[in-house]
């Protein structure tokens, strides 16, 4: 992971108050003191095991302000120019500025080096909203569904700017919020956030060993993480910065894995487009239990895991309480009021 940050110089914000999350397969054997089951006990059942979604464990036990979370054949990627990609540095730039979740301004970030406020751009608008969570991108293997595999099995992402029939996915240098009261897939393998603001909503949902369905966790804390948001007044960016990501994974695999999940998200989609948390919902962890009400009285209906999800995601809640804040207070920012 070094060679993500060698060539930048640590600022303070960087150094002392962001974690690295990288959830693996490899041989763990020196991380027996973090064992999940020995730090959450019965909550432990809330975590997904074998499966990539147990990263979640790390962003509750953390400390920092800000968690970056990569997988682990993720590695350094270049710009068109050749310069290698500071992945950690966009990250933290596009959390440190506002966003613009109310009104789409057509010049992408105005707040990027190079860019502004496009004309009809309202001015009483220009100070934007608190930015919660930086979504970036990948170079060479998409992060496609294994439908999408099995068609487009040659398929990669360039870096190349030029226009090719060869080359249709180009890298594009900007960074845009995501408007208010739209969802978006997001994929955990490049992806940051304020852990004080919108952590405890990042719950990667019960996947993997013992679950009817896989590769669908980073989703679900998306439409979670956006739904949450959109209703805090908080924006959520995607674009720069880029990684490279090595290699595809099997499309047999995953479409075992994604074969509920393809047919479930056709109703799960919808659900999160609908709803509306009552305006008393005043902080993250409120919203997150609304959430798993509903969760539990619609989508319950589709199949028993949600309901199953449902009381995991309350238990979830519970664990990061005990975890990160004394009894009764509160760990995130305020809502924003329109």
Not at 255 to 284: H, M
Request: charged share 20%; aromatic share 12%.
């Amino acid at each position: 992971m070094s060679q993500l940050y060698s060539s930048m110089k640590p600022t303070p914000v960087l150094k002392d108050e962001l974690d690295i999350v990288i959830p693996t397969i490899r041989n763990l054997d020196f991380l027996e003191m973090n064992d999940i089951n020995r730090i959450l006990g019965p909550k432990s059942s809330c975590i997904s095991f074998k499966d990539s979604a147990c990263r979640c464990f790390g962003y509750m036990v953390s400390k920092k302000k800000y968690i970056y979370t990569i997988d682990d054949d993720c590695f350094v990627a270049k710009d068109p120019s050749g310069k290698e990609i500071n992945a950690l540095e966009q990250h933290i730039k596009n959390l440190l500025s506002p966003s613009t979740p109310h009104f789409f301004n057509t010049l992408y970030d105005p707040y990027s080096d190079g860019a502004d406020f496009v004309r009809g751009y309202p001015f009483s608008m220009r100070e934007g909203a608190i930015t919660a969570v930086s979504h970036g991108l990948w170079l060479n293997v998409p992060d496609y569904d294994a439908p999408t595999q099995l068609v487009k099995p040659l398929e990669r992402n360039s870096r190349k700017v030029y226009l090719s029939i060869q080359l249709p996915i180009l890298y594009v240098d900007a960074v845009m919020t995501i408007p208010k009261g739209t969802l978006f897939p997001m994929c955990g393998m490049n992806l940051a956030y304020d852990r004080e603001l919108i952590g405890p909503a990042m719950y990667f949902r019960l996947m993997g060993d013992g679950q009817p369905i896989g590769r669908y966790d980073d989703m679900w804390a998306g439409w979670c993480v956006k739904v949450i948001c959109d209703h805090m007044g908080w924006g959520v960016k995607t674009g720069l910065p880029y990684i490279w990501h090595s290699k595809a994974s099997n499309p047999f695999v995953n479409l075992r894995k994604e074969y509920n999940g393809i047919f479930w998200q056709e109703e799960a989609i919808p659900f999160f487009q609908s709803v509306t948390l009552p305006k008393e919902c005043d902080s993250v962890q409120q919203c997150y239990i609304e959430l798993a009400k509903l969760v539990n009285e619609k989508l319950g209906k589709v199949d028993p895991y949600f309901i199953k999800l449902a009381d995991g995601m309350v238990t979830w809640i519970e664990a990061w309480e005990e975890l990160n804040a004394p009894k009764g207070t509160e760990t995130n920012a305020p809502r924003v009021t329109e």
